[in-house]
């Protein structure tokens, strides 16, 4: 059994945080984005949405890349 902290699991691990992070975000309604803080759903949608993708998008990219290095060996 592997180290679930050496590469490529940690980047399952940072890809399905970033993934849950994104579906928590959604159903609390409010994101939290780097260096701004805070922003609603309804009252920022532009930069809500934003932050949405960019956390699916950062997760599916590490899952990737786990999937790469996993099947690469």
Sequence with gaps: MANPLEPPYVFLI???????????????????VRFYGWVYREKE?????WEIAVDFLVGVCFVGYFLYEYYRR
């Design 45 to 49: 949608p532009g930069w809500f949405w």
């Design 14 to 32: 940072l890809g399905d945080i970033s993934i849950s992070a994104g579906a928590l975000f959604i159903v609390y309604g409010k994101a939290w």
